[in-house]
């Protein structure tokens, strides 16, 4: 069975140890399975902790979710789902031998890597900015509130430096906008209430003055360690990418051998996965 | 392989061939770069054979310093960065890899009558991502070493000013390294196990590294992400595990023991396999129980998994936990009991050969059983307030893993090392190293298990004046046990230039890795190879020409198809 393998006219990309292409196929493609399962594993240790703290400190999550933007995160996951899209259409592409197809595909995965990337980059920016960093960076500038709001209204005038007077001027615009009320959270009622930032008006009136809970700034270690970690595996997967251009530059992809971008694409739509998840537990909690 | 490679082959009495693994390419280059698993398994070997002797000298000087009371040769800063490196590079740098990455690497393709593993390049980059993890230890010890205990509990170990971070670093990188031999380990013998080699046909070893493979891969990426959140907990201060900041100290234990549990049935899983083996040959009998033993460690790595609270009774969990933790821990014990009551039955009525792998083997049956039943007196509720932290526990791991898996290693070593380099060691020498280890070893521990349950806590530098003599007699044990191995030393590196050159199958042994010559050549056979009952020893007879086995009927394991090459 194995004999005629190891003639002169074997198939280059049949490494010796191997009987068959399918074998070989199969190999790689149960490694690749057992390889992300290591990466849920590695990813569920931050889930994890992101459930202990939210269990202990719901507030914390309700407050420190209003400074992100879901617009922002929305776009980011339409990106990828889409680049998920044209991943799984190139090993289609792949598997038909349409090279030329394939290698816009892989482009068009990568560009979608690069704009989710370059989204993060003005995400973080902002953080930045605003001193909304992990637990001993945290340097909460309220002056800055508002860019982050989900309304992304802009609103210098406002003096305060302790969040509590901060509150009064945003509540101009939480009329306005879609208001987020944080007495309706799923979260229920919490010790310490949830008292976001686009607090009613009524609520202020009550003279209940919305306080940053204590402890806000670890929702931001989490924040950025779990996208942070995420985003490290989108610039593996760009990685991944560039090589298999790389691969099909050098035409090894011409024979219909696929196995390359088959795997390449598990993994891509394992970071795909774990980004949809991200954006459910970090930006939609209210 | 080609043709001409092939008629330069050994014989059918497994004559040393001319070309083998070892001298196919020669230079440093040839070895750091190779693809083949058995150099790669001989690589392995040396660096955790190196990382032993390290281990060994830091226990040695813990032992030392424990010697009498108050400062004996170090200050008491000194002594607890000694047991915390004796802890952290013998578990992350030997034990773990030890048998699956050294022996298995070696074994597990022979064995499969294969050419190599699966990923014969995730194979070399777990070697690499050995060196690199222990050359960040090697910093981290350099640099000012640690003081934590391997075990690197917070909030302790986000605050000390020792190097934390190197040490931590190096055993992230480990454990990709230990990832990538499970992986390759559980896709190689999915996908590439001979013809007529089902799953219960397959070597008991195989079943060990098997089952280990599942908790590597299962497990090792919690600890790489624990160690990651101390990192960044230590250089970012993200407070997960910061209680001045909500977070909690006792996370990091519950997250480094979901790993850290089911790593110590990574380092006992391929050790029962390799006794599993052991066992049968030298009884002369084929094993008894064989699906008993093999869904055992199948089910051995499962309840790895639901029992690490144990290690937590008294970190405040509730008390249902502590329950539920504590009957999870008993019901351990039955898989275990299971493989130790069939490895008796196969010795049971056997023709048993008193060789050196045999001997290792009853001083595993010896000391795994003292080990595992003290074991229930740890995971007892009402035993453990009292024992934890105190020499009982120190003792009881070391039965386990010392008496079960180092023990298991050198059975394994002495067993495979033929076939390894092609010679055979000193019979004689090999006994007294077994029997001084035996001795050493007992004495080092078994008075641990007094001090113990006395009240001695470990990791302590001083202690009342009443523990002086058994501290002394465990001191003595220590060196007793470095005696046995530093003739072991001797003996194996002289074996190496000198020994007798080995037969194919020296032991009588009917799996395949002794189908090849000893040492095997580069791509391990001459032929496919029909895989039979791993067991049936009644199909080889010994040879007194040759001093080896041979099958009676030669012709049964080719496979004809490809018999023609």
Redesign the interface.
């Known amino acids: 069975?194995?004999?005629q393998h190891?003639g002169d006219g074997h198939d280059p990309n049949l490494?010796?140890?191997?009987e068959s292409a399918d074998?070989q196929y199969?190999?790689?493609k149960?490694?690749m399975w057992?390889?992300l399962?290591?990466?849920i594993?590695?990813?569920?240790?931050?889930f994890?902790?992101y459930t202990?703290?939210r269990v202990?400190?719901p507030e914390?999550f309700v407050f420190g979710a209003h400074f992100l933007d879901t617009a922002l995160g929305a776009l980011n996951t339409v990106v990828l789902i889409f680049s998920s899209f044209t991943m799984a259409w190139a090993v289609r592409a792949a598997q038909l031998k349409q090279i030329k197809l394939l290698k816009w595909l892989i482009i068009a995965t990568m560009l979608c890597a690069f704009t989710f990337m370059g989204v993060k980059y003005v995400e973080y920016g902002a953080k930045w900015k605003h001193g909304l960093l992990?637990?001993?960076?945290y340097d909460h500038h309220v002056e800055h509130v508002e860019d982050h709001g989900k309304d992304s209204a802009m609103h210098e005038e406002t003096p305060a430096i302790e969040p509590e007077s901060a509150e009064p001027a945003e509540t101009a615009e939480a009329v306005a906008a879609p208001v987020v009320d944080p007495d309706r959270s799923a979260i229920g009622p919490a010790a310490e209430g949830p008292h976001g930032l686009a607090v009613p008006e009524a609520v202020v009136e009550t003279e209940v003055a919305p306080v940053e809970p204590?402890?806000a700034?670890?929702f931001f270690?989490?924040y950025?360690?779990m996208t942070g970690?995420h985003g490290i595996h989108v610039l593996g997967g760009i990685a991944a990418m560039l090589w298999l251009l790389k691969c099909l530059a050098r035409g090894d992809f011409d024979g219909g051998h696929f196995t390359r971008v088959d795997m390449v694409a598990l993994y891509w739509h394992v970071v795909d996965l774990v980004w949809i998840y991200l954006f459910l537990l970090l930006y939609l909690i209210d | 392989?080609?043709a001409d490679t092939l008629t330069a082959g050994g014989d059918s009495a497994g004559n040393a061939l001319e070309t083998n693994y070892l001298n196919t390419g020669s230079g440093v280059l040839s070895w750091l770069f190779t693809l083949d698993h058995k150099r790669i398994g001989v690589m392995y070997l040396v660096a955790i054979t190196a990382s032993f002797l390290l281990g060994g000298i830091f226990a040695l000087l813990v032992r030392t310093e424990l010697w009498s009371t108050g400062q004996t040769i170090m200050t008491a800063d000194a002594y607890n960065k000694m047991f915390t490196l004796h802890g952290a590079v013998m578990i992350f740098l030997f034990i773990i890899p030890g048998i699956p990455a050294a022996l298995g690497n070696f074994v597990l393709?022979l064995m499969l009558g294969?050419?190599?593993?699966?990923?014969?390049r995730?194979n070399l980059t777990s070697f690499w991502f050995w060196i690199v993890g222990a050359s960040f230890a090697l910093v981290s010890i350099i640099i000012g070493a640690v003081d934590t205990g391997w075990t690197f509990y917070t909030p302790y170990s986000t605050t000390t000013g020792t190097a934390v971070i190197s040490i931590t670093m190096g055993v992230f990188i480990l454990g990709f390294s230990s990832?990538f031999t499970g992986?390759?380990f559980?896709?190689?013998i999915?996908?590439?196990r001979p013809e007529g080699m089902t799953w219960f046909k397959m070597p008991l070893f195989l079943w060990g590294l098997y089952s280990t493979a599942i908790i590597q891969?299962?497990?090792?990426?919690?600890l790489?992400?624990?160690l990651?959140?101390l990192i960044?907990e230590r250089v970012?201060?993200?407070?997960?595990f910061?209680p001045a900041?909500?977070?909690?100290p006792v996370?990091f234990q519950h997250?480094f023991w979901f790993y850290s549990h089911p790593a110590v049935y990574i380092m006992i899983l391929p050790a029962m396999g390799v006794i599993s083996e052991l066992v049968s040959v030298f009884s002369g009998k084929h094993i008894f129980g064989y699906r008993f033993i093999a869904w055992s460690s199948i089910a051995i790595a499962l309840l790895s998994f639901l029992v690490w609270g144990h290690h937590m009774f008294t970190s405040g969990q509730s008390g249902i936990t502590n329950m539920i933790f504590s009957a999870l821990t008993f019901s351990v014990a039955i898989p275990s009991a299971v493989k130790v009551f069939n490895w008796l039955a196969t010795m049971y009525k056997g023709s048993i050969r008193l060789a050196t792998p045999m001997l290792y083997v009853l001083s595993f049956l010896f000391l795994f059983a003292i080990g595992g039943l003290t074991g229930l007196f740890l995971g007892a509720l009402s035993t453990d307030i009292h024992l934890h932290d105190t020499y009982f526990v120190v003792a009881h791991f070391h039965y386990v893993m010392f008496g079960g898996t180092v023990i298991a290693f050198l059975g394994g070593l002495h067993y495979w090392w033929p076939k390894m380099f092609g010679r055979m060691y000193s019979e004689r020498w090999g006994q007294v190293s077994a029997l001084l280890i035996f001795v050493g070893f007992n004495l080092t521990f078994f008075t641990q298990f007094v001090m113990g349950s006395h009240g001695m806590p470990r990791r302590y530098y001083n202690y009342v004046e009443e523990f002086t003599t058994l501290h002394r007699a465990s001191t003595i044990g220590s060196y007793v046990l470095g005696f046995g191995f530093l003739i072991m030393a001797i003996y194996l590196i002289h074996s190496l230039f000198r020994g007798k050159p080995a037969p194919a199958n020296p032991w009588g042994s009917a799996t395949l890795e002794w189908e090849t010559t000893s040492p095997p050549q580069a791509?391990n056979f001459d032929h496919?190879l029909l895989a039979g009952d791993p067991y049936d020893l009644e199909a080889l007879e010994l040879d007194p020409d040759i001093d080896g086995w041979v099958r009676s009927d030669p012709q049964s394991i080719i496979?004809s198809?490809?018999g023609?090459?």
């Not at chain 1, 992990?134 to 960076?137: G, L, N, T, Y």
């Not at chain 2, 891969?217 to 919690?222: D, E, G, I, S, Y």
């Not at chain 2, 970012?236 to 997960?240: A, H, R, S």
Request: aromatic fraction near 8%; charged fraction near 10%.
């Open positions: 069975m194995g004999a190891h490494a010796h140890h191997f074998q199969q190999s790689a149960l490694g057992v390889f399962m290591t990466e594993l590695f990813f569920g240790g931050l994890v902790a202990v703290y202990n400190h914390v992990w637990a001993a960076k204590a402890n700034k670890v270690s989490i950025f360690l970690l | 392989m080609t393709p294969a050419k190599d593993v699966a990923l014969p995730m990832i992986l390759n559980i896709v190689t999915h996908k590439m891969v299962l497990a090792t990426p919690v790489g992400i624990t990651l959140l960044a970012l201060g993200v407070g997960i910061d900041l909500g977070g909690d996370l997250f791509h496919e496979l198809a490809g023609s090459r």
